[in-house]
């Protein structure tokens, strides 16, 4: 059965540095993964995705991750963090062979310091 | 092209009360689903609809929670007797098919507190 770990429930970066949010899964087929952003009150939006080809995938607001099969992986990067992007993260992984259904990570709620 | 419309936004409700959430899809969407997600936990999936069609219920408890998506109307999740351990974020998405590679549109979520 496919699931999804994220490590480190929470995450707190300084604005313009660095942040990275882990993401791994387990599967026993290669897998479609996603990554949605949920702020304050509203409900999720899909920063990015991978399928297939291209294993850097870029996505909204600056974001990208690296789907690396040898690691089990899906880190999600930014290069500079904004005061605008806290937020909390989701990995999820479709529910193969069921219909689309998502497996959603636990989540990182990601804190920007000034 | 609306997105994912869900009412209310906030529902209170008094325990043994009946809770409907209702959730309609993005235009052309026919697959629905349901998740939950309790405080300071991820979505957990709760059911898959397809028109007039329970596709996936494997999350629903067996008791008290009910849903359906008519031919004509919004996927209405109903929650009978509920109780304060229902309290949570109840959000609704929608595809326009349902595969495993297709992007879910999220709608706003319903915050059920029962008191």
């Known amino acids: 059965a496919q699931s999804v770990t994220q490590l480190g429930s929470h995450v707190s970066v300084s604005e313009g540095a660095l942040v990275l949010l882990r993401c791994n899964y387990s599967?026993?087929?290669?897998?479609?993964l996603f990554w949605y952003v949920q702020y304050p009150n509203q409900g999720l939006q899909l920063l990015l995705k991978y399928t297939t080809g291209a294993t850097l995938v870029k996505g909204i607001n600056g974001f990208e991750a690296e789907f690396k099969k040898s690691e089990t992986s899906f880190h999600l990067t930014k290069p500079s963090a904004h005061m605008s992007d806290a937020a909390e993260y989701f990995c999820a992984v479709p529910s193969y062979n069921q219909g689309g259904k998502l497996i959603f990570g636990q989540g990182t709620e990601l804190s920007v310091k000034p | 092209n609306a997105g994912v419309m869900q009412n209310p936004r906030h529902l209170v409700r008094r325990r043994g009360q009946e809770a409907r959430l209702r959730c309609s899809p993005m235009?052309?969407?026919?697959?629905v689903y349901w998740y939950r997600q309790l405080p300071e936990e991820g979505l957990k999936f709760m059911v898959y609809?397809?028109?007039?069609?329970?596709?996936?219920e494997s999350g629903m408890p067996k008791e008290r929670f009910s849903a359906e998506f008519p031919k004509e109307g919004p996927s209405i999740l109903r929650i009978q007797q509920v109780v304060r351990g229902d309290s949570a974020a109840y959000f609704c998405?929608?595809?326009?098919?349902?595969?495993?590679?297709?992007?879910?549109?999220f709608g706003q979520g319903t915050r059920l507190t029962v008191v």
């Open positions: 235009k052309g969407h026919s697959h």
């Open positions: 609809l397809q028109k007039e069609n329970i596709i996936d």
């Open positions: 998405a929608s595809s326009p098919t349902g595969t495993d590679n297709t992007e879910a549109f």
């Open positions: 599967s026993s087929v290669p897998p479609y």
